[in-house]
């Protein structure tokens, strides 16, 4: 299916893992026809960077509502891709209500894509670990919006999703979920070329001279390789500029991961070439106590309580929803495990400039 619509796309955090690596792989991604690719930018060096991947940089004051509307109105941006704050919705809502200013101004269908995180369908949040659920499940929207967060942090994050969802919904917008896990791989864009998790994994190993486990059994967690997190950011477009079938809304949830690894097999895996490169004395993982949370805190710039929803616990949420329209990770879970060497190399040599 070809339409008529020409799409204005915006994405913002160009100069993060993520959308770095998405704007780097725009111009050999094949997608389908569309209008202008802007890139939000806040400093002349990012709008040079932009530039180089083929996007129009823009500038916004995200603290003033009005001129969010403005710009985007302004542009006739239809589609936006969100990727710099999954803990608030204090931008979402206006760029939210400019695109469906759009919508009224030009027909066009309007999408907002928010980036939200694996942590908010996870134990963490009071989910359940014994049985596992998919991001295609119908009742998923009700079980975030009901969720019971362990750590204040969560309570804003969560309520950041269900604020998309209902913004979206009250200005005809399409709105969708984009929950990425531990996403590992060299990043390719202009700015931060590395993960997060991995990477606390590291500081926290630097700091404390060796890596602790922060629970009790062996928990699993999602994980995609960086190029398979892309690809779902890429395919969900595709089907946007289409204009075919794509659930939204209270049904639009999509993670992005190829399976589940134990923490501690990740632990593990990374200790082992943290001890080779000399970085920690003992390759074996221990169980961390209140004396280590407090000092992997400090590594993290965390409370101590908030290290174990940083570093570990459960979840078992199933990617499915990507799958449903063809999305297939080209890289399997183990891949996370068995390139473990490389991402302490990677993020090793990148650290300082993170």
């Given at each position: 299916?070809?339409?008529?619509h020409?799409?204005?796309?915006?994405?913002?955090?160009?100069?993060?893992?993520?959308?770095?690596?998405?704007?780097?792989?725009?111009?050999t991604?094949?997608?389908?026809?569309?209008?202008?690719?802007?890139?939000?930018?806040?400093?002349e060096?990012?709008?040079?960077?932009?530039?180089?991947?083929?996007?129009t940089?823009?500038?916004?004051?995200?603290?003033?509502?009005?001129?969010?509307?403005?710009?985007?109105?302004?542009?006739?941006?239809?589609?936006?891709?969100?990727?710099?704050?999954?803990?608030?919705?204090?931008t979402?809502?206006?760029?939210?209500?400019?695109?469906?200013?759009?919508?009224e101004r030009?027909?066009?269908?309007?999408?907002?894509?928010?980036?939200?995180?694996?942590?908010?369908?996870?134990?963490?949040?009071?989910?359940?670990?014994?049985?596992?659920?998919?991001?295609?499940?119908?009742?998923?929207?009700?079980?975030?919006?009901?969720?019971?967060?362990?750590?204040?942090?969560?309570?804003?994050?969560?309520?950041?999703?269900n604020t998309?969802?209902?913004?979206?919904e009250?200005?005809?917008?399409?709105?969708?979920?984009?929950?990425?896990?531990?996403?590992?791989?060299?990043?390719?864009?202009?700015?931060?070329?590395?993960?997060?998790?991995?990477?606390?994994?590291?500081?926290?190993?630097?700091?404390?001279?060796?890596?602790?486990?922060?629970?009790s059994?062996?928990?699993?967690?999602?994980?995609?390789h960086?190029?398979?997190t892309?690809?779902?950011y890429?395919?969900?477009?595709?089907?946007?500029?289409?204009?075919?079938t794509?659930?939204?809304?209270?049904?639009?949830?999509?993670?992005?991961?190829?399976?589940?690894?134990?923490?501690d097999?990740?632990?593990?895996?990374?200790?082992?070439?943290?001890?080779?490169r000399?970085v920690?004395?003992?390759?074996?993982?221990?169980?961390?106590?209140d004396?280590?949370?407090e000092?992997?805190?400090?590594?993290?710039?965390?409370?101590?309580?908030?290290?174990?929803?940083?570093?570990g616990?459960?979840?078992?949420?199933?990617?499915?929803?990507?799958?449903?329209?063809g999305?297939?990770?080209?890289?399997?879970?183990?891949?996370?495990?068995?390139?473990?060497?490389?991402?302490?190399?990677?993020?090793?040599e990148h650290?300082?400039?993170?």
């Open positions: 299916m070809t339409t008529n020409s799409h204005n796309i915006l994405i913002t955090g160009a100069s993060g893992y993520l959308g770095g690596t998405l704007l780097s792989r725009w111009q991604a094949q997608l389908p026809s569309h209008g202008t690719l802007y890139a939000l930018v806040r400093t060096q990012q709008s040079q960077a932009v530039q180089q991947y083929g996007a940089p823009l500038y916004m004051g995200l603290n003033d509502d009005q001129n969010i509307i403005q710009t985007i109105v302004d542009h006739e941006i239809s589609i936006i891709y969100f990727l710099i704050d999954a803990a608030s919705a204090r979402q809502v206006p760029m939210i209500q400019a695109l469906g200013q759009v919508r030009t027909g066009k269908p309007v999408h907002f894509l928010h980036t939200s995180g694996a942590k908010l369908f996870s134990s963490h949040a009071g989910h359940p670990t014994d049985r596992a659920f998919s991001d295609a499940d119908p009742g998923l929207y009700e079980m975030q919006r009901t969720a019971k967060p362990s750590h204040p942090w969560l309570g804003p994050a969560l309520e950041a999703n998309v969802i209902a913004t979206a009250a200005n005809g917008v399409r709105s969708y979920i984009f929950i990425p896990c531990v996403v590992y791989g060299p990043g390719e864009g202009f700015g931060n070329r590395i993960s997060i998790q991995t990477v606390a994994i590291v500081k926290a190993a630097l700091k404390a001279k060796r890596v602790y486990r922060v629970d059994g062996r928990p699993v967690w999602p994980v995609a960086i190029q398979d892309v690809g779902l890429l395919d969900l477009l595709r089907k946007m500029l289409l204009e075919e794509l659930d939204s809304g209270r049904q639009g949830y999509y993670l992005a991961a190829s399976g589940t690894v134990a923490w097999d990740l632990y593990s895996a990374m200790a082992q070439r943290l001890a080779e000399g920690i004395e003992d390759a074996t993982v221990g169980d961390a106590n004396a280590v949370l000092e992997i805190g400090e590594a993290l710039s965390r409370p101590k309580d908030f290290v174990p929803v940083e570093l616990g459960g979840c078992v949420l199933d990617a499915q929803h990507g799958r449903q329209f999305w297939r990770p080209r890289y399997s879970p183990e891949h996370a495990l068995t390139t473990a060497k490389d991402e302490v190399d990677w993020i090793l650290l300082d400039r993170s």
